[in-house]
């Protein structure tokens, strides 16, 4: 983390969304059935969703902070991934039992009303309230690489675009005389809810399944590697996630005359270099390979798994 405030973030951002949206429901609840607006009470699940998310994340950093163990040798980053699932699966759900009431109000001309306009007034504060949030949250998210952080500013981004539609709508029944305006806005959110479920579900699928680092990240890595005196290039590179960490093993051609202590010192300032410029390098593992002066083939890149061995190895060397 690049500033000294983001850990005491991390470990508050989850009960602050939780008290937030705790808040938020409630309000938009009550002023969803005062002022008549199936709008309002569709964004009223959003928070509802929202609070769900940043239980998630109390339980989830808590959870994943843990140190490494003899079970767990890749640590327990991985919950962040689980939990982040389960909150998809949840508010799909939601969000198709929402979408289907929405549906049947906007078919039917005769449940059609105009809400009062103290419901403009709640959507415009959580707009503010969202936007504030959202703000935070991403900060948070991008200092930690937290995957269920990353989700909360998902949401909380929704949320204001949600609530902002509500505003509009309201805006519409009164003053266009389009009372139908109201659930069509309600069955627009359920159709938002469904497209953010589905991402949230695709980012978390590929987070349990250990996905690549990706060619930038590895890219990267070789950069910082090939500037370190002595290094010959980039043999050989796998990473990949392991949690929100990355985990990686490097090999790098030295001169093929330097002694095996001299080519450990070489590695050493390798990962340093590359651990220096990265962000969440959890474990590098470097070694070297004897490379004649002028080689210029390419690094190979590769996802294979790290061996148990390796693993413990890596956390040794850290």
């Keep these: 983390m690049r500033k000294s405030g983001c850990a005491v973030c991390s470990r508050s951002i989850g009960w602050v969304g939780l008290a937030v949206n705790a808040v938020l429901m409630v309000m938009k609840a009550f002023v969803g059935l005062v002022g008549g607006s199936q709008a309002m009470l569709a964004d009223a699940m959003y928070s509802l969703k929202d609070m769900l998310n940043a239980l998630m994340v109390v339980i989830g950093t808590t959870i994943s902070s843990k140190p490494l163990d003899a079970e767990h040798p890749y640590g327990h980053g991985k919950v962040e991934f689980i ?67 990353k989700t909360m500013a998902k949401h909380h981004h929704g949320d204001a675009t949600a609530s902002g539609a509500v505003a509009l709508g309201i805006i519409g029944a009164h003053y266009l005389s389009m009372p139908w305006i109201d659930p069509a806005v309600a069955l627009w959110e359920t159709i938002d809810l469904l497209i953010l ?6 980012d978390a699928y590929r987070g349990l399944m250990d996905h690549s680092a990706g060619e930038d990240v590895q890219n990267r890595m070789v950069e910082a590697a090939q500037k370190v005196p002595g290094v010959r290039g980039v043999i050989h590179l796998r990473a990949r996630y392991v949690g929100q960490d990355v985990w990686a093993d490097m090999i790098v051609g030295v001169d093929p005359e330097q002694t095996v202590d001299q080519a450990h010192d070489i590695c050493e300032a390798v990962r340093a270099a590359v651990c220096n410029k990265m962000r969440r390098i959890s474990s590098l593992h470097v070694s070297a390979e004897a490379r004649e002066e002028g080689d210029t083939t390419k690094p190979t890149f590769s996802e294979e798994p790290l061996s148990f061995d390796e693993v413990m190895l890596s956390k040794a060397d850290n």
């Design 83 to 149: 939990l982040s699932m389960a909150v998809s699966v949840i508010f799909i759900g939601l969000t198709g039992y929402l979408g289907v009431h929405a549906v049947r109000i906007l078919l039917d001309e005769d449940l059609h009303r105009t809400p009062h306009l103290i419901v403009l007034w709640a959507a415009l504060v959580s707009v503010g309230v969202n936007v504030g949030m959202y703000f935070y949250s991403r900060c948070v998210a991008i200092e930690t690489n937290s995957p269920i952080i």
């Design 197 to 202: 479920g589905r991402a949230v579900f695709m």
